[in-house]
Nanobody, 122 residues
Framework: QVQLVESGGRSVQPVGSLKLSCTAS????????IGWFRHAQRKEREFVAQ????????YYVESVTVRFTLSRDNAKNTVYLQMNSLKPDDTAVYYC???????????????WGQGTQVTVSS
């Protein structure tokens, strides 16, 4: 069982930056991948990005490529999502998730955090 806790969400103006954190209750080296999803009002939940264990491979949805960057600190059991050049369309609740299958992360995400709200507005 892995418990995940997100933090760092808040209101920010367009083109601003935020850094979200996802801290796991157990050592994250025990899972293959940790990533982020987001859920905006009146929209489907959307995959955002994932990072693997080991080689630290990353994968991003096209809409955030270049603007968002994942990193992880295994010693702190924490994964970070650095978000730059934020747009109003990035407004959503951001959820951290963990899976034992990096290659099929979206379908196999098993552990979820409670979410953190990101609001991008002027």
């Amino acid at each position: 069982q892995v418990q995940l806790v997100e933090s760092g969400g808040r209101s920010v103006q367009p083109v601003g930056s935020l850094k979200l954190s996802c801290t796991a209750s157990a050592t994250i080296v025990t899972v293959s991948a940790i990533g982020w999803f987001r859920h905006a009002q009146r929209k489907e939940r959307e995959f955002v990005a994932q990072i693997s264990n080991g080689r630290y491979r990353t994968y991003y949805v096209e809409s955030v490529t270049v603007r968002f960057t994942l990193s992880r600190d295994n010693a702190k059991n924490t994964v970070y999502l650095q978000m730059n050049s934020l747009k109003p369309d990035d407004t959503a609740v951001y959820y951290c998730a963990a899976s034992s299958d990096y290659s099929d992360f979206v379908a196999s995400a098993r552990y979820w955090g409670q979410g953190t709200q990101v609001t991008v507005s002027s």
